[in-house]
């Protein structure tokens, strides 16, 4: 395993990162087997695991939690925090108030007294950044979190934070967790290269752009019907077309799809690792098997061909992070 320096805090990580999302009753429920996909992972040499809270509400913090037992200090524990954990409107985002509470409800969770990376899940647009990083500084400073980290953060936000930590001498974010794959190249145009101007690592989640990559998704066929109707992009033409370029590609390179497309993720120079979301043992044995591929500059120049660097193909991800200016009609629309 050779393993990168995740930005400038110092702390070395795995190409790969085991994310906990699919563990708990969104994909996984038996507890047991999801231990030993933790297991597997942290003896093929993956050093970082991250969930979050709202996954399975809590429910993975849980299973990760016990699947550390024993292991803990040879791990790179990161969970996030940001995203509605019940109807009370002030279990969210990252106020003061909330994140005090949060990453207690983490800790416990995850049976530990540290977490390594702590993350704000998406951009809180009604919380002043300023007391976000305060209220992060003090859980740095306390001992609790070592680095703290930001996740679908938009360049120009990112560029924002790092100033306001600056100019007040807080805790600044270490790290960026935005969506990247063949399919959502997005991030290379501003978010990455923001990044690298400021030292962060960044953790790519989605490589498999949802299961796009898998080479099961193709024009024309029958797809899981459970996931075509959860995410649009399954029925996207567009991404179908992509796909079916990408198809031959790999079989020429002699890959399966899903180890071109973590091999491409895993390319860039600024991405410190890519995260994957195995639901079975199955599925994290095909991505381990292909921890090793690096891929051609002739295949890179061919993947650039059919999605060009810095674009994203078809609809927007369902998950993405949208601006208030996006969302909101009256910030883009004058008063009659």
């Known amino acids: 395993m050779h393993y990168r320096t995740l930005g400038r805090t110092g702390i070395r990580v795995s190409p790969y990162a085991l994310g906990a999302m699919m563990f708990g009753a969104i994909g996984n429920p038996d507890h047991d087997d999801a231990i030993r996909i933790v297991h597997k992972a942290l003896d093929a040499g993956i050093n970082l695991v991250d969930t979050a809270d709202v996954y399975s509400r809590g429910e993975s913090e849980e299973i990760v939690g016990r699947a550390l037992k024993g292991r ?3 791990v790179v ?7 509605p954990m019940s109807d009370d409107p002030n279990h969210r985002g990252a106020s003061r108030r909330w994140i005090t509470t949060a990453v207690e409800d983490s800790l416990r969770r995850l049976q530990t007294d540290h977490i390594d990376l702590y993350q704000i899940h998406r951009p809180d647009p009604g919380t002043d950044v300023e007391e976000t990083l305060s209220a992060l500084t003090d859980l740095v400073r306390s001992g609790k979190v070592r680095a703290v980290g ?3 953060m938009p360049a120009s936000d990112i560029v924002e934070a790092q100033w306001t930590a600056e100019r007040r001498g807080l805790e600044r974010f270490r790290t960026e967790q935005p969506t990247y794959s063949i399919l959502n190249r ?11 101007r400021y030292g962060m690592g960044t953790l790519v989640w989605s490589p498999l752009a949802k299961g796009m990559l898998t080479g099961r998704i193709r024009k024309g066929q029958a797809t899981d019907l459970r996931r075509a109707t959860r995410f649009r992009s399954f029925a996207d033409e567009r991404r179908l077309d992509a796909v079916e370029r990408l198809v031959p590609l790999a079989e020429e390179a002699g890959l399966p ?5 973590m ?7 600024d991405v410190s690792s890519a995260i994957i979301g195995p639901r079975t043992m ?3 044995d095909d991505l381990l098997a292909g921890l090793d591929v690096v891929l051609s500059p002739e295949i890179l120049d061919r993947v650039d061909e059919i999605v060009p660097p810095g674009t994203d193909v078809g609809d927007r991800d369902e998950s993405a ?7 909101e009609p009256g910030l883009r629309r004058r008063a009659a």
Do not use: C, D, N, W
């Open 257 to 261: 799809m899903t180890h071109l497309a």
């Open 282 to 284: 199955e599925q994290l």
């Open 186 to 196: 997005g991030i290379e145009a501003e978010v990455l290269p923001v990044a690298r």
């Open 321 to 327: 992070y949208l601006p208030p200016a996006l969302v």
């Open 263 to 269: 091999a491409f993720a895993t390319a860039h120079p």
């Open 72 to 74: 803990r200090e040879e």
């Open 77 to 83: 524990l990161a969970t996030k925090l940001g995203l």
């Open 150 to 152: 930001s996740s679908a």
